[in-house]
């Protein structure tokens, strides 16, 4: 194939980017204007003064730093239990040779075709009938309903990958099933379950409906529903501080992604084993 | 003394009998190929002895323990698989160093045995690599060695050289040889190539659809092929193999086949059988001379020799005519046969008939 000039590639990308990008834009912005320049009534792209005052009231005047905690606790144990569970089942799923195992697999795909509306009643009476209504718990076992399904997917055809003679060879070397599974098979899904794990951690930060039914305290409400309730009211918009909350709340998830893009790439790349 | 034993073992995956009943003994510092065309169970009979594969039923011994229900790793083999199977995250140091950590051993113990198998195979610039950075008879090589360093009872070959070009093959079928002389270790080793086979067993296996046909030295299988099957899968180009019948010619064996009566130097006394695949190797028809004659359907100059494909009316013969031959297509010529070296098979069952006196 004929190699495109760089700069060919540059033009058609950066408006996409640049398009994409503005509404962020526009957010970062608006969370450092002063908020006397914020309804001016010539609106500015570039703020005349830069500010951080939104920012220090939505990190001491309101209780941002409880939800983001609980954001944090909610996405990063969903995120465990999610992984641990799907990495052992796709494992069996790949591996293991039992009655239902076809069935098995294909109801958890099903689960995941259902529109996660309608399980949000069933599941509430649920929580509450073991007493776990309204806790960060609850939201926990609600999202890994849906994410584990996904998760095990993603990490079943990943899995169905990775030669099974390496395992062999592991075994016939001194290793248990268990130690093959370590030593072989885990580093070479590695890829796999940092983008699945990534993908999880990133469903549950953001999920906003069962957050808004099933959570009402302030206790275990996660960032989503949190910012929500405290900066919108019927009477008015807090619009630059739900800016300033919304820059906060996307910082972890960039941090995230700066640190695991390799292996995010690498992730979606793979299936392609070489031989 | 670390003797090999399948007794009646049977292996079926759901319905499908891969292995109905194999027995087979392989003695202490052997060096046995299993053999066969592709799907006869050469495979799964070696994955059970590294227990990958549970058999159905019997029993398997590696010296004096029943190693069935042990664990891959308490059975004290090594394997070299076919897809070599090296850990791609791991260094070809790591790789063969991995069977010495999986069992304990120090650390100091680990780098000297590493450094022994490393001289052996010449991997001494490689040790630092991934196997992603080797070439196929590199990382060929590495697998071999991580068998090696741990000297284990048994060594476990599943089509090791099948990845390689031809003359890397050549050359790594004389290191096994070289190996394996050194070592004295027990080796089974899988192939569908019979000039591996051949020229590195001490005996040969031949099995076909599970079952073992023959089990016997390389030099008697190609001389002395058990049956039918065995006779038409070794040697290249095969043997051609006939319906006969056998008559009594005046005290002496006549074996009738296509239009030929060709006496044997074989008294025709015993019984034999009523009717008879006869078969004859290439480098039995000598073209030349002869009572019969031919026509010549195809020439293969190999340089070194010529293959061709002889019809005396009706019966394909193939022959093997030293250099590079003017044999023309369609000419015809004279030929002869090595009598006291033609095959006979009973027709009833394709096992092999000796006549009295051979
Ligand atoms: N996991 C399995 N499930 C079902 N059938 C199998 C399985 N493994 C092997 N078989 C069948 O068992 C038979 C023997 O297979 P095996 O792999 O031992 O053959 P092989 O002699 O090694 O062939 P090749 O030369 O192609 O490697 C084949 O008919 C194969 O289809
Ligand atoms: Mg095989």
């Known amino acids: ?275 | 003394m670390v003797q090999v034993v399948f007794e009646k073992v049977s292996k079926a995956y759901g319905d499908t009998v891969a292995i109905p009943g194999l027995d087979l003994v392989i003695e202490s510092g052997e060096f046995v190929s299993l053999l066969g065309p592709s799907g006869c169970g050469k495979s799964t009979t070696l994955r059970m002895l590294a227990g990958l594969e549970q058999p159905s039923s019997g029993s398997i011994r590696i010296g004096d323990r029943d190693v069935v229900n042990l664990a891959p790793a308490a059975r004290d083999i090594a394997m070299v698989f076919q897809s070599y199977a090296l850990y791609p995250h791991m260094t070809v140091a790591e790789n063969i160093c991995y069977p010495l950590k999986k069992r304990g051993v120090a650390k100091a113990d680990r780098a000297i045995k590493l450094a022994e198998v490393a001289a052996l195979l010449q991997l001494e610039p490689l040790l630092a690599r991934k196997p992603g950075q080797l070439s196929g008879g590199q990382q060929q090589r590495v697998a071999l060695g991580r068998a090696l360093v741990r000297e284990p009872s048994v060594f476990l070959l599943d089509e090791p050289l099948s990845n390689l070009d031809a003359s890397l093959r050549a050359h790594m079928r004389a290191e096994l040889i070289e190996l394996h002389r050194r070592l004295g270790k027990t080796m089974v080793y899988v192939t569908h190539d019979q000039l591996e086979a051949m020229t590195m067993s001490s005996r040969i296996a031949v099995m076909r659809a599970g079952e073992l046909q023959q089990f016997a030295p390389p030099d008697e299988i190609y001389n002395r092929p058990a049956n039918v099957f065995v006779a038409g899968f070794i040697g290249t180009p095969a043997m051609a193999l006939a319906d006969g019948s056998l008559a009594d010619g005046g005290g002496h064996l006549v074996v009738h086949v296509g239009s030929l009566a060709v006496a044997l130097p074989f008294a025709a006394n015993g019984v034999r059988p009523d009717a008879v695949t006869v078969g004859i190797r290439p480098e039995d028809v000598l073209v030349g001379e002869g009572p019969w004659q031919a026509q010549v359907r195809l020439v293969e100059p190999t340089g070194y020799e010529t293959i061709v494909a002889l019809d005396a009316d009706g019966l394909a013969l193939t022959a093997r005519v030293p250099g590079s031959n003017a044999l023309r297509v369609g000419e015809t010529v004279a030929f002869d046969l090595r009598r006291e070296r033609i095959h006979l098979f009973d027709k009833s069952d394709g096992r092999r008939w000796e006549p009295a006196g051979r």
Not at chain 1, 21 to 42: D, G, H, Q, R, Y
Not at chain 1, 124 to 153: D, E, K, R
Not at chain 1, 185 to 206: E, H, Y
Not at chain 1, 236 to 242: G, P, R, T, V
């Open chain 1, 1 to 275: 194939m004929k190699k495109r000039p760089a700069w060919i590639a540059s033009l058609v990308a950066w408006p996409i980017v640049l398009l994409i990008a503005f509404p962020l834009l526009w957010m970062l912005i608006t969370s450092v204007k002063p908020a006397a320049e914020l309804f001016s009534t010539s609106p500015t792209l570039l703020p005349k003064a830069i500010t951080f005052e939104h920012y220090v009231r939505v990190l001491t005047d309101t209780p941002f730093l409880q939800y983001f905690a609980n954001s944090m606790i909610l996405a990063t144990s969903t995120t465990i239990v999610v992984i641990s569970i799907s990495v052992l089942g796709a494992y069996s799923l790949v591996r293991f040779a039992y009655p239902g195992r076809e069935t098995l697999a294909s109801l958890v795909l099903f689960t995941y075709l259902l529109p996660s509306v309608v399980l949000i009643s069933p599941l509430y009476l649920m929580l509450v009938s073991i007493g776990l209504a309204n806790t960060l718990a609850s939201l926990v076992i609600a999202y890994t309903t849906f994410a584990l399904p996904y998760a095990l997917w993603l990490l079943r055809s990943f899995m169905a990958g990775i030669p099974q003679d390496l395992e062999s060879a592991a075994m016939v070397d001194g290793a248990s099933r268990m130690g093959a599974f370590v030593d072989v098979v885990l580093p070479q899904a590695l890829p796999g379950i940092i983008s699945t794990a990534l993908f999880t951690f990133i469903l549950a930060w953001n999920e906003y409906l069962y957050a808004l039914v099933l959570v009402n305290s302030d206790e275990a409400r996660p960032l989503t529903t949190g910012v929500m309730t405290m900066l919108i009211s019927a009477f008015n918009i807090e619009w630059s501080l739900l800016m300033a909350a919304s820059v906060l709340m996307s910082v972890p998830l960039i941090i995230i992604f700066a640190f695991f893009q390799r292996h995010l790439t690498s992730g979606f790349g793979a299936g392609g084993v070489k031989g």
